[in-house]
Nanobody, 127 residues
């Protein structure tokens, strides 16, 4: 399974960017797709995800109401529309696929739920 993320770049605070991630490769189980990010010197953290069962969308509190995750009908591509960007949003953004069914509330907020990861795309927000 290959994940290709794109759309990162440099933007001023208050601006917008749209990230995309496409999954390809052998047939695989796909229960959810999500975005995580990692800022310099920090742990990788959850940003947003779509759980295909029920098309549930979940967001980190820090991005809720500013970011929107969407997908195509084939469920092998997700986008992340990021509005009202802040310098704190600066990070490498990673997309990921979970091949595991949920084990409970909040399951897809944790890194270990995901077995496939893209290479990351850098988002830099200047003040």
């Amino acid at each position: 399974v290959q994940l290709q993320a794109s759309g990162g770049g440099l933007v001023q605070a208050g601006g917008s960017l749209r990230l995309s991630c496409a999954a390809s490769g052998r047939t695989f189980s796909n229960y959810a797709m999500g975005w995580f990010r990692q800022a310099p010197g920090k742990e990788r953290e959850f940003v947003a995800a779509i759980e295909w069962n029920g098309m549930t969308r979940i967001y980190a509190n820090s991005v809720k109401d500013r970011f929107t995750i969407s997908s195509d009908d084939a469920r092998n591509r997700i986008d992340l529309q990021m509005n009202s960007l802040k310098p704190d949003d600066t990070a490498v953004y990673y997309c990921a696929v979970s091949a595991r069914g949920s084990t409970g509330t909040g399951y897809y907020r944790i890194r270990s739920a995901y077995g496939y990861w893209g290479q990351g795309t850098l988002v830099t927000v200047s003040s």
